[in-house]
T-cell receptor
Framework: GAVVSQHPSRVICKSGTSVKIECRSL??????MFWYRQFPKQSLMLMAT?????????EQGVEKDKFLINHASLTLSTLTVTSAHPEDSSFYIC?????????????FGDGTRLSIL | SQKIEQNSEALNIQEGKTATLTCNYT??????LQWYRQDPGRGPVFLLLIRENEKEKRKERLKVTFDTTLKQSLFHITASQPADSATYLC???????????FGQGTELSVKP
């Protein structure tokens, strides 16, 4: 089945550091990838839609200059949390959907646990 | 805006029984409704998708129903096993470029 690999799985770093998270579709091409964040015991909240070869579409309230997204190829999207602060600590998850009809399920990576000290 | 509600309380059942989880939504019906399983510290895993014109979908021990009049989907696991213990998420696909709106999930615990 479709596999999405997310790296790193865990990051602990100091406040002010920028952190890059990679999301790769391993056995399929994905023109669209999605980035979510999830707080404990809460739902996945969509942050942005990443489109290959074009600018990402951000959800309301998500700062695009804070969360930089680059989707340079059909199998790789990256999320960079710039100048991270403790309030950015969360579980970040990416997903990718196979191309084709709109009723395709999303395939998720295993998430990145980000802890800012 | 669209809102989704799942049972916020954890569901505890005995092995072998049927687990039934509820997903209610407000406003307009989605084109598709999906169910995912999420284990602690992991990403969600897709289970089933049901279209707005379908009443019921089955896959092995899983069954999903979709009632657009009640604005509700029910997710059933028959002959439940301890390995079914996880958080189950429902998600609405509003046919807007693949964007999903997730419920907060229901934690299921199956006791041996």
């Amino acid at each position: 089945g479709a596999v999405v690999s997310q790296h790193p799985s865990r990051v602990i770093c100091k406040s002010g550091t920028s952190v890059k998270i990679e999301c790769r579709s391993l056995d399929f091409q994905a023109t669209t990838m999605f980035w979510y964040r999830q707080f404990p015991k809460q739902s996945l909240m969509l942050m942005a839609t990443s489109n290959e070869g074009s600018k990402a579409t951000y959800e309301q309230g998500v700062e695009k200059d804070k969360f930089l997204i680059n989707h340079a190829s059909l199998t790789l999207s990256t999320l960079t949390v710039t100048s991270a602060h403790p309030e950015d600590s969360s579980f970040y998850i990416c997903s990718a959907r196979g191309d084709g009809s709109s009723n395709q399920p999303q395939h998720f990576g295993d998430g990145t646990r980000l802890s800012i000290l | 805006s669209q809102k989704i509600e799942q049972n916020s309380e954890a569901l505890n059942i005995q092995e072998g029984k049927t687990a039934t989880l509820t997903c209610n939504y407000t406003n307009y019906s989605p084109a598709y409704l999906q169910w995912y399983r999420q284990d602690p510290g992991r990403g969600p895993v897709f289970l089933l998708l049901i279209r707005e014109n379908e009443k019921e979908k089955r896959k092995e021990r899983l069954k999903v129903t979709f009632d657009t009049t009640l604005k509700q989907s029910l997710f059933h696991i028959t002959a439940s096993q301890p390995a079914d213990s996880a958080t189950y998420l429902c998600a609405l696909d509003m046919n807007q470029g693949g964007k999903l709106i997730f419920g907060q999930g229901t934690e299921l615990s199956v006791k041996p």
